[in-house]
């Protein structure tokens, strides 16, 4: 990717992102995720120069080889992809800014159980499937408020910091947006016990997300084009 495109797809984002919260409020702050997930570490290299510094990735064996690639820049790398248990002793090795995709009670154990071997603290989102795909990984919503409650008092190597969820997969978009107010309900609920992001919107809906109250979003393919 040359310097130019980073530079101006960035800038096309951050306008775009721009436009959406001062709809909602000045006070609103949206942070853009940049997902790499099918990209290089030189073509992330070129938007961290663009003034990137947020990334993330969906494999734990890809966060690992582009983040020890990039380990010279101070980037913020974040985990967004389905997690085997196999795998979770790796991820915590890569002290991850933000794992987005704890998707059931059982893996929040399991993950609680090897941060507390090697005596880690991690930030985590809660992932819900707010649109109830069968294709899609994350708690149900009706389940979503039980489980986070649960995690924070049986996972306290765990902090939970909101949650984060996959706008549904459909062309009608007042059902995308349902997805999202699904998602926003549960994460204002869940304010009160801490949570701070309501991660949301990727590439083809950041703005609708927004617009429903998303303050994270993950957009890969119109940053690295
Ligand atoms: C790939 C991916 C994204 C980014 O998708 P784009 O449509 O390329 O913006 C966001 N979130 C998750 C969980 C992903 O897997």
């Given at each position: 990717m040359k310097k130019e495109t980073a530079v101006s797809n960035l800038d096309k984002v951050i306008t775009q992102v721009e436009g959406a919260r001062l709809n909602?409020?000045?006070?609103?702050?949206?942070?853009?995720?940049?997902?790499?997930k099918y990209s290089e570490s030189i073509d992330i290299s070129t938007l961290y120069h663009a003034g990137?510094?947020?990334?993330?990735?969906?494999?734990?064996?890809?966060?690992?080889?582009?983040s020890e690639e990039l380990s010279e820049f101070p980037l913020e790398w974040h985990f967004v992809g389905r997690l085997q248990k196999n795998k979770i002793n790796n991820l915590i090795d890569l002290n991850p800014t933000l794992v987005q995709s704890i998707d059931s009670l059982e893996l929040a154990q399991e993950f609680n159980k090897k941060l507390q071997v090697k005596n880690k603290k991690i930030s985590?989102?809660?992932?819900?499937?707010?649109?109830k795909e069968d294709t899609k990984s994350g708690v149900m919503?009706?389940?979503?408020?039980?489980?986070?409650?649960?995690?924070?008092?049986?996972?306290?190597?765990?902090?939970l910091k909101?949650?984060?969820?996959i706008g549904a997969h459909v062309e009608d978009r007042n059902?995308?947006?349902?997805?999202f107010k699904t998602t926003k309900k549960i994460y204002d609920e869940l304010v009160p016990f801490g949570a701070k992001y309501c991660s949301m919107g990727m590439s083809s809906d950041f703005e609708l997300a927004i617009s429903c109250g998303s303050n994270m979003i993950r957009?890969?393919?119109?940053?690295?084009?």
């Open positions: 909602i409020s000045e006070h609103h702050i949206v942070k853009i995720i940049g997902i790499s990137q510094r947020a990334f993330g990735e969906n494999k734990v064996q890809d966060l690992k080889l582009k985590c989102l809660l992932q819900i499937n707010s649109a919503p009706e389940d979503a408020i039980n489980i986070y409650k649960n995690i924070i008092e049986t996972c306290p190597n765990i902090k909101g949650v984060m969820s059902i995308v947006k349902d997805s957009v890969g393919s119109l940053l690295f084009k």
